[in-house]
């Protein structure tokens, strides 16, 4: 069966070695980016069912790389999540403007984050619980 592909932007060695482990171990054939340039690159030879994107990068932010992808028709049915530390009032809202289909916060809760994106997937374009009001 044909793994189903991921895309992690992350700037953080210790989160991106986190989320790798625990999405391969269920099975997610996962690549990987630290930057938007590395994104990119990616993204040009593969369109993955999920990216999920940290919102803090060094220079080109998260945000403003899914503004880009969302301007682009190959890129536009992929679901992406963003990944803060930060989710202060108008955030939700930020995130939703760039293009985003949810978010997780950090530090990932390793438990429950499996199921997470095992929803997020089995969505059809719409929000994830993440995203259920407050
Ligand atoms: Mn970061």
Do not use: H
């Not at 803090?56 to 990944?83: F, M, T």
């Not at 429950?112 to 009001?133: H, M, N, R, V, Y």
């Amino acid at each position: 069966m044909e793994q189903t592909a991921i895309l992690i932007v992350e700037d953080n060695p210790l989160n991106l070695k986190l989320v790798k482990a625990v999405l391969e171990l269920e099975g997610y054939q996962i690549w990987t980016a630290t930057q938007a340039k590395e994104a990119f690159s990616v993204l040009e030879q593969l369109i993955p069912a999920l990216i999920l994107m940290d919102i803090q990068l060094p220079g080109v932010s998260g945000l403003d790389i899914i503004q880009q992808l969302r301007k682009d028709s190959r890129y536009r049915d992929i679901r992406i999540i963003a990944i803060t530390a930060y989710a202060m009032k108008g955030d939700r809202e930020k995130m939703l403007l760039a293009g985003c289909d949810g978010y997780i916060s950090k530090p990932i809760d390793v438990v429950s984050f499996p199921d997470t994106i095992a929803s997020f997937l089995s969505q059809k374009k719409c929000s994830g619980e993440s995203l259920s009001p407050t």
